[in-house]
Each structure stands twice: as structure tokens, then as C-alpha cells.
């Protein structure tokens, strides 16, 4: 009969339990044993003389451990990242990546659990429109999804070695390594093919992508870019402007790079932000900008607005222009903007739709605090906690039903057609189209302690406190999560 062995288990605030388990056990075995008896999920267990229990597979007896042990559970933060269809999540130094959705759109990942193996840990996951990819704690990469968007990654396997991070086009990735390089994989014509400008990624320092073009700024402040000229990969045109690039910002078509002396140097589809020639002597002292899918957006150093793009989805602010001072932040949604201004006032301008109805609403934004956006409405959480809503009303414009609910109010996340919000006590309230997530009465009674909310385009996924995991919106897209629901649950569900 296996020798047990009886150790103590306690979380830094000095809960901890005694456990009995069989000296034959493994370091998953015990873990799994203490989330179990702690009510915690995602642990790291370190042993007293600091050294961190990694390897799943590795027998309690290998590790050392013995009768009347004292073992620090470490919580581990939750993450998630979602393709359009799938969620994934996963804890920074975590050897797990629990994976539901649409599986060809990377809700399932069976087949590259196994190689989340040999003390590899995960340290972050980007997605494309239907694929994942993970880095690992060795610069290595695993990728799984449609193989089409990225989801295979063979053909550069070998290449992708101390990756440091991976940007995304909507069906290609591209990975920075250690040395300043790029290895890119993926559909071709959304940049998944680097081959031609190969020889110009040195000295990459970072990467910025529109839906199919990639583009990278390199140490000496100069610009490549690669993908469908159509989207911005080709800035032959702009080239010689592209000197002292401090940052780049996209539409889904288009590129805009801030230059160091503040200008502004724009290429890609001329209709949807690449041609800023209208508004290029109004483009200086340039503090940030932000992008519609069609217009761009700067915010100046003295805090009025520039736009330029499709007109009239966000391009055209002149309507608004004498109400644009002391900008400090602006939100985007699909085909409108929203500006923020120093005394918390909101104006709003581009779709038709999206802009008188803030008119409507003007008097309640005047101690605005953040703004989200669905796909085509905008909502606002007040400096009293309460939200303002405005827009489509079916994609969440709308929020009188549960507008009594909308109370001390801390974050908001939507999907394209709904929003849900966090309250300070941790409950969470949802309006917009149900098949979204603009329903969540199903959950309702487990969405208790609620600490983060993420989302696919349909769907929401809430982690509450204890790293338990609740999904609601359409199942097929991330909103049915029962297929992994042991992995993603507290004790407490039924």
C-alpha cells in the first residue's frame, strides 16, 4: 500500500488546509487536490525552500516532499483572449490552456495540450478572426485554429525561437523575436507571407496590423510594412516620410504613424484613412490617434481633434468640431467616434444614428468617466457610477429596461450587439440583443464576486474571484462552456 503523506497547503492571507495524499501522486494530482479543498482555482504550489512545483507530471516523491510540509499556494492570475467564435484562457506561468467555442475557430485545442509539457509554461495568447497562438516560457509558439488564419504554424516552426511577442491581421500572425526579427505565418494575403521585405525586419521594435497588412517600426524610427497594398501593405509611396516613427495606429485598412516631431504620414486605402492629404496642415503636435474600421481620429497636444477617412462614418467631425476642445480620450465603435474631454463632457460624431443619439442623451454626459462601444452604440459610465447609453438600440443603445440596475458601476465590455457591466459588488448587469450576451438570466445566480468580464463577438465569459469561469450569449460562439465546465468551476457550482 502507497506510504500517505499529510501535508499543509495555505494561500498567502493564511487559509490553508491539511491534505492527505499518496507519496505516489503527482505535483497535478496534489494541485488539483488543493484547488478542490481551497476553492480556488489556478494554483502554483511552492515548496518552503522556494522552489515552484511546475511539472505536472513529476511524483511528489521526485519533488521532495515530505510529512508535515508546508506549501504556499500562489493563485494565478486569469486571462483570457478570444478569436471571433472561441475563447481561450490561461494563467501567466501556467502549463494549462482551457480552450470552448466554435472549434474551428480555436475552441478546441486537444491537440496541442500534450506539448504544454517539460516545464514549458504559457506567458500570453494572441488570436487572429479564427485561430490562437500561444508563447511559451521557452520563446517557443503553439498555434491551433483554422490553419488557413494562422492556426498552423509548421512551415515556420523551426524559426519561431524566443519569440518576445506576436501581433494579428484578421487570418495572419507575426511573431518579434529576441533579435529584433520577424517570422510571419498564415493567409498570404493578409501578410501571413513576409518573403518579400524579409530582408528590411531588422531591428524590429514593434508591430501594428490593419485586417491584412502588416506593418513594423524598426529601432531607427523607419517603417516596413507587408500584406495587401489594398490594406496598407505597401508604403512605397510614403517611404522616404517614414523617418523618426515613434508609433503606428490602423483602420482596417489603413496605416497612420506619429512622427517624432508630431506630424502624421498616412498610407493604405485612400477612402478609409490612407490619404490625409485634406487635413495635413492641421496634423501637428499629434498626441495620439484612434481609429474607427474607416476613419482615423488625432488628438492634438492642445487638446482639439483632427479626423480624416469615410466622412461620413467618423472621417467628417466638422459638425462638431466647436464642441471638440480639451480632448483627453476617444472611443471608437465601428462607424462613429465618441470624444472625452477634461471637465468629463462626451460628444460623439459619424454614423447618423450614433450621433443624434447622444444629443438625446447630452445632458447626462457631463461627468463621463469611460466610454465602450458595441459595433453600433455607445455607453457611458458615469462619475456617479450610473451608465448612459446611446445608439442602435438593438446592438445596446438601450438600456432603460435595466437602467435602475446601473448602479456604482465599475467596468463595462461588450460584444458587438450587447454590453455587460461589473458593479462594485461584483454583480453584473447585460442589455443589448440576447443572442449577443444581452441576457444573462441563465447565470445570473452565479455571476457573484465577478472580477473580470472578456468577449467574442457573441459572446461573454465573466471570471469571478475565485478563478471560476461562467459563459453566457450564443453557445456555438463562446456562450456554452460545458464541455469544460470541471476545469473552469468553484466547488460551489452545482
Known amino acids: 500500500m502507497a506510504k500517505m503523506l499529510r501535508v499543509n497547503v495555505a494561500l498567502p492571507n493564511g487559509d490553508s488546509q491539511f491534505l492527505s495524499i499518496s507519496q505516489s501522486s503527482n505535483v497535478k494530482e496534489l494541485t488539483n487536490l488543493a484547488e478542490n479543498s481551497l476553492g480556488k482555482k489556478f494554483l502554483r504550489l511552492v515548496l518552503a525552500d522556494g522552489r515552484n512545483l511546475v511539472d505536472p507530471s513529476e511524483s511528489l516523491q521526485s519533488a521532495g516532499l515530505q510529512e508535515g510540509d508546508c506549501i504556499l499556494a500562489i493563485v494565478l492570475q486569469v486571462q483570457v483572449a478570444s478569436t471571433l467564435r472561441a475563447f481561450a484562457l490561461w494563467c501567466c506561468g501556467g502549463d494549462r490552456i482551457t480552450t470552448w467555442g466554435d472549434p474551428d475557430s480555436g475552441g478546441d485545442s486537444s491537440a496541442v495540450q500534450d506539448q504544454l509539457r517539460n516545464l514549458r509554461s504559457v506567458q500570453h495568447v494572441q488570436a487572429t478572426w479564427n485561430a490562437f497562438a500561444a508563447i511559451l516560457s521557452d520563446g517557443s509558439v503553439l498555434t491551433w485554429g ?8 509548421s512551415a515556420v516552426q523551426k524559426q519561431l525561437c524566443n519569440v518576445k511577442q506576436i501581433q494579428a491581421t484578421t487570418h495572419a500572425f507575426a511573431a518579434l523575436l529576441a533579435d529584433g526579427s520577424v517570422v510571419t505565418w498564415g493567409n498570404p494575403a493578409s501578410g501571413g507571407d513576409s518573403s518579400a521585405v524579409q530582408d528590411q525586419l531588422r531591428n524590429v521594435k514593434q508591430i501594428q496590423a490593419t485586417t491584412h497588412a502588416f506593418a513594423a517600426i524598426l529601432a531607427d524610427g523607419a517603417v516596413v510594412s507587408w500584406g495587401s497594398s489594398s490594406y496598407g501593405g505597401n508604403n512605397s509611396a510614403v517611404k522616404l516620410k517614414l523617418r523618426h516613427v515613434k508609433q503606428v ?9 506619429i512622427l517624432s516631431d508630431g506630424s502624421v504620414v498616412t498610407w493604405g486605402s485612400p477612402a478609409y484613412g490612407g490619404n490625409s492629404t485634406a487635413v495635413q496642415n492641421q496634423l501637428r503636435n499629434v498626441r495620439q490617434i484612434q481609429a474607427t474600421d474607416v476613419a482615423f481620429a488625432a488628438i492634438l497636444a492642445d487638446g482639439l481633434v483632427v479626423t480624416w477617412g469615410q466622412a461620413a462614418l467618423g472621417g467628417d467631425s466638422s459638425a462638431v468640431q466647436n464642441l471638440l476642445w480639451n480632448t483627453v480620450q476617444i472611443q471608437a465603435a465601428d462607424r462613429a467616434f465618441a470624444a472625452i474631454s477634461t471637465d468629463g463632457a462626451v460628444v460623439s460624431w459619424g454614423d447618423l444614428a450614433l450621433s443624434d443619439d ?6 447626462q454626459l457631463l461627468t463621463v468617466r469611460e466610454v465602450q462601444a458595441t459595433a453600433f452604440a455607445f455607453a457611458a459610465i458615469l462619475e456617479d457610477g450610473s451608465v448612459a447609453t446611446w445608439g442602435d438600440r438593438s446592438a445596446g443603445g438601450d438600456s432603460h429596461v435595466v437602467r435602475d440596475q446601473l448602479r456604482s458601476v465599475q467596468q463595462l465590455q461588450a460584444t458587438r450587439y450587447a454590453f455587460a457591466a461589473i458593479r462594485t459588488d461584483g454583480s453584473v448587469v447585460t442589455w443589448g440583443d440576447g443572442a449577443f450576451g444581452g441576457d444573462s438570466s441563465e447565470v445570473e445566480a452565479y455571476l457573484k464576486g465577478v472580477q473580470q468580464i472578456h468577449s467574442t463577438h457573441y459572446a461573454f465569459s465573466a471570471v469571478l474571484a475565485d478563478g471560476s469561469v461562467f459563459t453566457w450569449g450564443d453557445p456555438a460562439a463562446g456562450g456554452d462552456c460545458s464541455r469544460v465546465r470541471d476545469q473552469l468551476t468553484g466547488s460551489f457550482f452545482p
Not at 483554422?146 to 504554424?153: E, L, Y
Not at 495606429?249 to 504613424?257: K, P, S, V
Open 249 to 257: 495606429q490602423a483602420t482596417g485598412y489603413a496605416f497612420a504613424a
Open 146 to 153: 483554422k490553419p488557413a488564419s494562422g492556426g498552423d504554424s
Open 358 to 363: 447622444c444629443c438625446i442623451v447630452e445632458d
